[in-house]
């Protein structure tokens, strides 16, 4: 495809070890891990290495969106890898089999970082780099991952970029109706787009409550009527992961990132949702935006537009959507509630027995809400140092990450006017101040851990 | 047996997570951890949590031989705890199946840090001493595992004291010959010492050359004559066995911890390796000290008192040896060898060749030289805060670990005149004042971190 026509980054593959924690179980076998890199900004052997710790998605979909990352390297002379997550984008350890049951049982947070670990210890010996700093960055899930590499192994990484990273709420730490009430943020535009909202999902409560199926096939220009409470719970969750998304990708600028968004989602979204037309046509033309960003659907098919899983924030389509749906079924907590009061949307309950229902139904695990918080130290980060966290504050998973500095080397960064990790993205003339601001912090936090860990890397052990 | 009787420790099982790293593979699994807790010395809900981290064999044999922990808990108020490890002792996942491939593939260092974090987790909820410092313990294996829950848990851990914990030669940052060179260190009795068991085992190959199997069976009290290489090999490896356990085991008091020792084993060695009698009488009295102390073998059999395997410093016998067996054939390094130039043994190799061959065909497995280096930093440690590295000099294992301090709170204490963690034993009152000097180092500074943990667990979060 044509990214790699303006990209720097050369597509390459790594044979990772298939499975670091048991030797018997996989013999020796190996797979075949993507990474992108770019040594064009490297002052080469001298020059810091950024690795950024790829996360729920082909990995070319974060090079693309974090131009932040290569904009740094251009100014700190350093050398630029994009590692792909396994079970993600191409590095499927068993091909179309990977999501097999218990093929999938090798997709955990503890083997995503053992392969970072491997793949940058084997990259800094091929590339004579090994005096070389190493910062790790990351976004949402990746910026966790980044946390973690840096809590994992401080000796290998100086310092970590975690943009977005909501660490304690996935952590099993946080209130279950924070998400969908900081997606009800819409209400900073106008009190009045929030009460329209919620006026619709109420006229959609009641006609749904009398069974005019019908009427909300035409209103809302579904392909066909519902005709069960099912796709009724099925309705709302589509057209509240619509509000989501927006509100995570509420950019000043148009986006081609998790889909197709205009500049500024949740104004349009108001705007659209405060139309003089009806409540129900409105949330329609909102969930347009989207659902139907190139206006070409005629109608919306319920059912291949979004896909219940154990993350109600959406898992995304296609095979990254069964990978992502499988590590919400273990490792990583999001029991976020919709409950109508705190939040604008229909009341839907995704608890630890749901959770657990689902998850043993659909993968036969049982998720561990406990064990981030066990292996990545929960809220109880101070023995750490060298990681930014930086938020911004349109974004709804902000409020499940950390807000403020722990210590003097673990930086809250909060970006005013920011949504999902922006302060990865490249330069745009419409960036906030805030968000150039908050690059220029991160940027000489990473050049003094750089300069640090040169000194430290050049001093003989004793 | 009699040890629970006068020991204050009571024993209870943990229903401990099978495979904390693959949710398929045992679905939800658990096995029944043993670990060993008195409450003795507590005081409730404040003093301290200490915790051994247990290592290669029955957790008792710990408890007994670790009476330092138990001495220093009355001291400072602590609650005691001694894990077993997992595939050790009672804690055998699939009791007698524990050893069949693939169910060892469970055995790992990775695994049995889990088991410590949830056990230690467990506990402190159970017995409302969330907000009590923990310390962790161990001895050789058992201190590089308390090393490492430090590194991987600092938020749980408040600080290790890894007694002889060859932390650096195990993850690969040695030379081969250091260890037995170590163990040739009896010639600081009297260099005759050494000569004379260099002229013994050179009387043997001579036997061994000329194939006088009949004279080495006499000469050494074998039941059966050899009667090929490969039995002269196992002679050799039992023999030289005999002196590394001396070595490492030379308490000034006679000792039961792996087998019966006298006071003093080495000077018991060298005394019997220079009698008047001929060098290979002598050399087999100085192996009966180790493979006979009650006296009641008649002869030596060759392959039930010693066997091979991939730690050529020892596995011990029975299932125990199985485990450490396989440990030494997946993570943890122990290529040793003794080359006559160097120490005062035969030439014997175990590299990276050896090592391969022999676990491949016994395990199902090729070792990972470089993992326990990149998963626990080798000697890049200056990221790690609050672990005494203490050591002996009479230890073949010291060089092995941490000699030098590396930072304020990374403390080497070195042990003139102490054996195999001679600190960790309880007070006697033939122990040098080295080692009393030792353990009131470790008392304060252990003392220290409880203080300054004591008061992070006490602030509010921000």
Known sequence: HGRDQTSPFTEKYFPQTLDHFNFNSQGN?????RYLITDRYWLKGHGPLFFYTGNEGDIWDFALNSGFITELAAQQGALVVFAEHRYYGKSLPFGLQSFNVPEVGLLTVEQALADYALLISALRGQLAATRCPVIVFGGSYGGMLSVYMRLRYPNMVAGALAASAPILS?????????????????????PRCKDAVRGAFHQLKELAENQDYRRIQEKLSLCKPPSSPEDIYQLNGLLRNAFTLMAMLD?????????????????????????ASGLLENLRDTAGIVYNSTGALGCFDLYSLYVQCADPTGCGL?????????????????????????????????????????????????????????????????????????NGDLDPWANGGVRKSLSSSLIAVNIPGGAHHLDLRGSNDADPE????????EADLIAQWVKMERTRLRTPKQ
């Open 170 to 190: 996935t952590a099993g730490l946080g209130d279950p109706s924070q998400f969908f009430r900081d997606v009800t943020d819409y209400e900073r535009l106008a």
């Open 318 to 390: 296609g095979s990254n959507s069964l990978a992502w749906d499988y590590q919400a079924c273990t490792e990583i907590n999001l029991c976020y509630d919709s409950n109508n009061e705190t939040d604008m949307f229909p009341p839907m309950t995704f608890g630890e027995t749901e959770r657990n229902i689902y998850c043993s139904k659909r993968w036969a695990v049982l998720p561990r809400p406990r064990w981030l918080q066990t292996q990545f130290w929960g809220d109880a980060l101070s023995a750490a140092s060298n990681i930014i966290f930086s």
């Open 251 to 275: 950019y000043p600028y148009s986006t081609h990132f998790m889909g197709n968004m205009p500049a500024n989602p949740v104004k349009v979204a108001c705007e659209t949702m405060l139309r």
């Open 29 to 33: 076998r190996t797979f075949n891990q």
């Open 434 to 441: 805030s968000v150039i601001k908050a690059r220029k912090t």
